[in-house]
């Protein structure tokens, strides 16, 4: 069965510090897609990065990287000199790529909170 | 460019009364549709997903159910509320690739806040 886990339920930090957001998965599948999504007070889910399976390499944008270690069934998320902005929960996902629906199964979020 | 909508944005409807939440999807074509539900503690419960118009899989036994009328339309609805019912509802789309690959990403609407009091 697939299963995301956020283990972090809150995290507060100092605006400029660096923060780490945590996504450990399990799946049976070989084939599969990871994702992080932001959601802001308004509520609406904001989509940040997709990765595949396949793709180990790291990928930064801007402040945010992510590092994907399929070793560990782990995809964290780090915010680099956060920003008041950045506060928001933070949602991982897992889709397994030939389920039928293409259905997104997310962890439990985790609840940044950036002081100015 | 593709957008959603969802609405109403906010719904305070007292229990045993009846529901129904819609959302549609512009500027697509026999998307995959889905309705989630946040509860307070944060997480997103997948209830209702869709291939297809008239085919519907439901995740969790519920009080709700849902309906795909047309292609881009998908309705929520419940003939009587619980307060368990209560919580955030989140429509969403998103496509299937080549082969049936579920590569991409899903697009969420902006919720509906539900209180059943």
């Known amino acids: 069965a697939q299963k995301v886990t956020q283990a972090q339920t809150e995290i507060s930090v100092v605006e400029k510090e660096d923060v780490t957001l945590d996504c450990v998965y399990e799946t049976r599948d070989t084939t599969y897609y990871l994702f992080w999504y932001k959601q802001p007070p308004s509520g609406e889910l904001v989509f940040l990065i997709r990765r595949n399976s396949f793709d180990e390499q790291n990928e930064i944008s801007g402040r945010y990287s992510w590092n994907f270690q399929k070793s560990t069934s782990s995809f964290n998320f780090t915010i680099t000199a956060s920003q008041v902005v950045d506060s928001a929960v933070y949602f991982c996902a897992l889709s397994e790529v030939y389920n039928q629906g293409g259905k997104l199964i997310f962890g439990q979020g985790t609840e940044l909170s950036v002081k100015p | 460019s593709q957008t959603i909508h969802q609405w109403p944005a906010t719904l305070v409807q007292p229990v045993g009364s009846p529901l129904s939440l819609e959302c549609t999807v512009e500027g697509t074509s026999n998307p995959n549709l889905y309705w989630y539900r946040q509860a307070a503690g944060r997480g997103l419960q997948l209830l209702f997903y869709?291939?297809?118009?008239?085919?519907i899989s439901s995740e969790v036994p519920q009080n709700l159910s849902a309906s795909r009328p047309q292609d881009r339309q998908f309705i929520l609805s419940s003939k009587k509320l619980l307060l368990s019912d209560s919580g955030f509802y989140l429509c969403?789309?998103?496509?299937?690739?080549?082969?049936?690959?579920?590569?991409?990403?899903?697009?969420f609407g902006q919720g509906t806040r539900l209180t059943v009091v």
């Open positions: 869709s291939v297809g118009i008239g085919q």
């Open positions: 969403a789309w998103s496509v299937i690739g080549p082969h049936r690959v579920a590569n991409t990403e899903a697009f």
